[in-house]
């Protein structure tokens, strides 16, 4: 098993930035994809961004591509997911989330174990 802590969240105007980290504790932590979803109040979880257990491939929504980038470093036990030019639309809670397998890296339901999400606010 693996249990994942996000942290890194916070306040911001828009066009500024933030970096999450999810830091993992447990075995293995190279074994394990990692992804990020976002969720708002009364809305599904969405998908934001994975990453491969080697780091090697990643994915995002289309939604923030170009402005949004995740890497690991598996020494660390750390997946980052640096965001830039943020919008309001942003604004989300956001959950770092892994799994050994999948059949896709985009739902968030081939994900079982999960962070407790740290709040991304983007308002002026």
């Known amino acids: 098993q693996v249990q994942l802590v996000e942290s890194g969240g916070g306040l911001v105007q828009p066009g500024g930035s933030l970096r999450l980290s999810c830091v993992a504790s447990g075995r293995s932590f190279s074994t394990y994809a990692v992804a990020w979803f976002r969720q708002i109040p009364g809305k599904a979880r969405e998908f934001v961004s994975s990453i491969t257990k080697t780091g090697g491939s990643t994915y995002y929504n289309d939604s923030v591509k170009g402005r949004f980038t995740i890497s690991r470093d598996n020494t660390r036990n750390t997946v980052l997911l640096q965001m830039n030019s943020l919008e309001p639309e942003d604004t989300a809670v956001y959950y770092c989330?892994?799994?050994?397998?999948?059949?896709?890296?985009?739902?968030?339901?081939?994900?079982?174990?999960w962070g407790q999400g740290t709040q991304v606010t983007v308002s002026s």
């Open positions: 989330a892994a799994a050994t397998f999948y059949s896709s890296p985009y739902y968030s339901r081939d994900y079982p174990y």
